[in-house]
Every structure is written in structure tokens, then in C-alpha cells.
């Protein structure tokens, strides 16, 4: 996400704006999932940099976890449609992904208090 379409706060969006946004972190959230068990060595900066844009356009936490659960449903289904739906257990393991990814917004959170006081 570029600066430009982070600097207003969402809730200051319109609906359009919102939905582009949203669609946009989507994106780039299916492509941490993608590559989150891999050996991609540049996943933590694209978890920072997902993370610093979902912080900045203070996008609410259900939000987020919405898109986590609608992408992990988009995959099960798409196992399901190649005939893979035995591996849709495995789908459990990105419940780390989120895990992961609220740690950060947390710690954003955090640091930001901090810096306050």
C-alpha cells in the first residue's frame, strides 16, 4: 500500500474507498498466506509492511480477522474444487498466520501508546 492510500483513516473513507482498501489488503494478506510456510525470506517485511498499512488506516482488528476467515474459506473451497478437500485440515495451520499478524498490530499498538507517555 502506498502512503497516499493509507493516509486517510478508514473509518473517514467512503464505502467505495473502503472496499478498494479492503480488497487491497486482501491481496496482499492471500499473498502471506501463500508464502508463509515457505522458505521466503522477505515474508516478515511483507507481514511489517501489511501490518504498518492496516495500522495507519486504523482498520478495525474484526476486520482483519473477516479477511483471514473469507481467504482461508476462498482456499478450502479451491481444495475442494481440484479435489484436495483431504488437505483442508491442514488450512488449521494458518490460524499461526493470524496469530502472527495480530502479534505485530499488537505491538504496533503498544509502541505507539508507549511513545505517547
Known amino acids: 500500500m502506498s502512503q497516499s492510500e493509507i493516509m486517510l483513516i478508514f473509518e473517514q473513507m467512503n464505502p467505495n474507498q473502503q472496499k478498494q482498501i479492503l480488497q487491497k489488503i486482501k491481496s496482499e ?3 502471506v498466506l501463500i508464502k508463509y510456510f515457505s522458505n521466503d525470506r522477505n515474508i516478515k517485511e511483507k507481514i ?15 476486520l482483519i480477522i ?10 478450502s473451497k ?3 474444487v481440484e479435489g484436495r478437500g483431504d488437505y483442508s485440515s491442514l488450512l488449521l495451520d494458518y490460524r499461526l498466520t493470524l496469530i502472527d499478524m495480530l502479534a505485530h498490530l499488537c505491538e504496533l499498538y503498544r509502541r505507539s501508546h508507549t511513545s505517547k507517555i
Open 29 to 31: 494478506y492471500r499473498q
Open 48 to 62: 511489517d509492511k501489511l501490518i504498518n498499512g492496516i495500522f495507519c488506516a486504523n482498520i478495525p482488528v474484526p
Open 66 to 75: 473477516e479477511l483471514h476467515m473469507e481467504l482461508i474459506d476462498e482456499f
Open 78 to 80: 479451491q481444495l475442494k
